[in-house]
T-cell receptor
């Protein structure tokens, strides 16, 4: 099992540019989560999907952030335009109804730096 | 509403000493409880979980945790610390009736001294 795959692993961009983060969940998992981790705010849930449908996006900081899941094996998190305060590590995680106990499997993260 | 409180943002122990990381939760319904570990530059990985079976739960790398409903606690322990245990540890809670949304604590960084 390849685990959750995220790309890129590192992204450096200038303020105002569009940034797209990508995630491939574990095959067969029907839940997908996007988190942001910073020193100041810890681990924050941004949005999660069930069967490709967004269930809760209350953690998305503002309209500059958007997430999509066009199919069961791919999701994107887009920031447009990016700002320095968006600098963080972004994690994707997946889970499965069949697990019953809701544990999540995390990807390695994308470290985003906005200058 | 659910919440998780981890007592102590940093814990330092000597190699071979007992590890104790504290976690208290709040949940209006019987919870699922988890401990995750994060090594530098990696994602979180599941250490152990409580799902209403045995209250003493054993996980990977010699860690265990005990669910105490009366104290609303789920503290993580390991009898003898190893240098490789140095990492950040997160306690988390899920509401079984609320789907898969999981609330994570702020994390506790464990330092292990030689």
């Amino acid at each position: 099992d390849a685990g959750v795959i995220q790309s890129p692993r590192h992204e450096v961009t200038e303020m105002g540019q569009e940034v797209t983060l990508r995630c491939k969940p574990i095959s067969g998992h029907d839940y997908l989560f996007w988190y942001r981790q910073t020193m100041m705010r810890g681990l924050e849930l941004l949005i999660y999907f069930n069967n490709n449908v967004p269930i809760d996006d209350s953690g998305m900081p503002e309209d500059r952030f958007s997430a999509k899941m066009p199919n069961a094996s791919f999701s994107t998190l887009k920031i447009q335009p990016s700002e320095p305060r968006d600098s963080a590590v972004y994690f994707c995680a997946s889970s499965s109804t069949s697990l019953y106990s809701y544990e999540q499997y995390f990807g390695p993260g994308t470290r985003l730096t906005v200058t | 509403a659910q919440s998780v409180t981890q007592l102590g943002s940093h814990v330092s122990v000597s190699e071979g000493a007992l590890v104790l990381l504290r976690c208290n939760y709040s949940s209006s319904v019987p919870p699922y409880l988890f401990w995750y570990v994060q090594y530098p530059n990696q994602g979180l990985q599941l250490l152990l979980k409580y799902t209403s079976a045995a209250t003493l739960v054993k996980g990977i790398n010699g860690f265990e945790a005990e669910f105490k409903k009366s104290e609303t606690s789920f503290h993580l322990t390991k009898p003898s610390a190893h240098m490789s245990d140095a990492a950040e540890y997160f306690c988390a809670v899920s509401d079984r009736t609320g789907g898969f949304k999981t609330i994570f604590g702020a994390g506790t960084r464990l330092f292990v001294k030689a």
